[in-house]
């Protein structure tokens, strides 16, 4: 499967095409987005020191069975959901029989049965990831220059070195790893040893300091060789001809496929996509949930099980007695940048005792209610703010609680709001079943909000109990054994003896009522995952998160070095405040993604 066509999308059997309705609804667009400029302040105070949110996050693209979440900033864990966004420091565990898939757009991790995985790091730089027990498939498509993929075990580093395709087994009772190549090239790490797999190898380690090697071959394929399979099989199939409507790194593009029709004849020149089989009054942003990720804070979690990519990139419009969605022209040239992902593209709307929302149209700002720079501002609303639309950037509006943009017409405003009591919301309440079904006459007036002005509470984080959890509750803590000028030592001794593999067989965790513990058994002592690359510091709990901001700003979240503040037990301090501007183009291009070769077909994929 060509890694440049990892997420295009088939072509509908039917298309549906309204040229009119487009170009009479989106003209007078052009005309409020020329006439919703802001002129600039004399003074760019935006602090420039403090990193932006990544442009990407791990999705949880498929569950089977119980497969658990513990969030970053909490010590329980609760059911994950699908769609749901996984970040740095969030953790997943698979039940007895369960299997699931996180993907970030270039890389796919699929998890087998009893599987304890943390995303040790998300960010532009560092895709990383702890394996402490379990098997995983660590399948890659393709990576952008200064991109490094890496997975920690208790045993030894591994980095990606392209496309390709790696599986890895973590057996904490034998205190071993294996590697085994399928496609593509990785390097292997340990205290002292270093050895790069070629497609076909499998290399098993035992100990950690120090580390025992052995060549070993590959068992016959199990079930999360099938599941891994069957998954390529579904992206194959999504890629094969609509590479043009979607840009083939928006994460979740692949779903929509045989969820809807597209429609490549808007009177911008994009392509939009009509979602079937919702209900006559179906709207955005309304059947799902709010949950609270740290740094975007307020996200959205959409339940149809296309609902990533719609909800995080692009725009949505009501065209006749239908709503669309518009990712925005495709970018084409040998620059190709990968779309910023965005946990909301809409605008708040407060009351008394009300939080609301509508979702942005196309060529509106999104402005965001988190910490961002003037660079990320632009690249989140590049191809989407429209020709001659104003780029400004303010989270924090105007100084009064409202964003730089709030005397705009928008749209979706007056036909798509949605509202719910303030409590529901902060606490992550599914809307379709907490929704006001009347809105307040008052909010039709009401002014439109930076970032919602009430505080998340614990419930949004984790409400239900798991149903299963690994054997060792606490998480997994980093050892670098691996220092980047480390010689390498000889290859490891071929043997004749078999891969140990888990394939659904390891011991079941001790888990809440109603998992599978039918193999329970003790839990070995808890070993500290081998890392090469340093991720970045632990999040503070929620709790000190939720009341550093009741003492700042309810609602908001917090800034980098805020953040720093509470790790570091000092004063939180308030943020910078920062004024309205227009923003600059980047003043350098972005890195070109760097395409590797297709991998070679999968050894035993069926």
């Known amino acids: ?58 999705r949880i693209s498929v569950l089977n069975g119980n497969v658990s979440l513990q969030p970053a900033s909490v010590t329980d864990f609760t059911p994950a959901g699908l769609n749901y966004p996984l970040t740095t420091g969030d953790r997943l565990y698979t039940d007895n029989g369960a299997d699931a898939e996180l993907e970030t757009g270039q890389v796919s991790v699929r998890l087998g049965s009893q599987t304890d995985l943390t995303v040790t790091a998300m960010t532009d730089q560092l895709e990383q990831f702890g394996l402490a027990q379990g098997s995983v498939h660590l399948r890659t498509f393709t990576l952008d220059q200064g991109t490094t993929l890496e997975l920690d075990t208790p045993n030894a580093a591994v980095t990606v070195l392209g496309a390709g395709d790696v599986r890895i087994d973590v057996n904490p009772d034998t205190d071993t790893a294996v590697f085994t190549l399928l496609a593509g090239q990785a390097q292997v790490e340990a205290q002292g040893f270093r050895q790069t797999l070629q497609p076909g190898e499998s290399l098993q380690l035992t100990g950690a300091n120090p580390v025992t090697p052995q060549e070993v071959e590959r068992t016959q394929p199990d079930d999360l060789d099938s599941f891994s399979a069957e998954r390529d099989d579904s992206y194959q199939d999504a890629a094969s001809s609509e590479e043009a409507y979607v840009d083939p790194n928006t994460i979740g593009a692949e779903d929509l496929n045989g969820y809807g029709d597209w429609d490549n004849s808007s009177a911008d020149g994009g392509p939009v996509w009509y979602p079937a089989g919702v209900a006559v009054d179906w709207q955005p942003y309304r059947n799902g949930r709010w949950a609270w990720i740290a740094p975007w804070g307020w996200t959205w979690v959409e339940a149809e099980p296309w609902g990533f990519a719609p909800f995080h990139y692009g725009r949505w419009a009501r065209f006749g007695n239908r709503w669309g969605w518009s990712p925005g022209p495709r970018e084409t040239g040998p620059r190709v940048r990968r779309p910023v992902y965005a946990p909301a593209l809409v605008m708040f709307v407060g009351g008394a005792g009300v939080t609301a929302w509508f979702p942005l149209g196309p060529h509106e700002h999104y402005e965001p209610w988190y910490h961002a720079s003037v660079r990320y501002q632009n690249r989140v609303n590049e191809n989407l703010a429209g020709n001659g639309a104003a780029a400004f950037y303010n989270p924090h509006g105007n100084g009064s609680g409202q964003p730089s943009n709030a005397n705009r017409v928008y749209v979706n405003r007056q036909i798509a709001t949605v509202a719910m009591p303030q409590q529901s919301f902060a606490s992550g309440q599914p809307v379709a079943r907490n929704a006001l079904r009347t809105l307040p006459p008052q909010l039709a007036s009401a002014p439109l909000l930076s970032h919602p002005q009430v505080t998340p509470t614990r419930e949004i984080v984790a409400s239900i109990p798991a149903r299963a959890v690994p054997r060792q509750i606490a998480r997994p803590v980093l050892e670098t054994r691996v220092p980047q000028s480390q010689p390498v030592s000889s290859p490891a001794t071929s043997s004749a003896s078999e891969v140990y593999t888990t394939g659904g067989k390891q011991p079941v965790s001790p888990s809440h009522e109603g998992a599978n513990n039918s193999e329970l058994h003790a839990a070995p002592a808890a070993r500290p995952l081998v890392n090469r690359a340093v991720p970045p510091p632990p999040s503070p709990s929620f709790e000190q998160q939720r009341q550093a901001m009741e003492n700042t700003e309810p609602g908001r979240p917090l800034s980098p070095r805020q953040m720093d503040n509470v790790r570091e037990n000092r004063p939180v301090g308030l943020p910078q405040q920062q004024a309205p501007h227009f923003a600059p183009p980047p003043p350098h291009p972005m890195p070109q993604p760097v395409v590797h070769a297709a991998p070679a077909p999968i050894s035993g994929k069926h």
């Open 1 to 58: 499967m060509p890694s440049t066509q990892r997420f295009s999308l088939s072509l509908p059997k039917s298309r549906r095409v309204w040229p009119l309705a487009f170009a009479l609804f989106l003209a007078p667009m052009a005309v409020q987005a020329q006439e919703a400029q802001i002129a600039p302040p004399p003074q760019d105070t935006v602090d420039t020191a403090q990193p932006d949110p990544p442009s990407v996050v791990a």
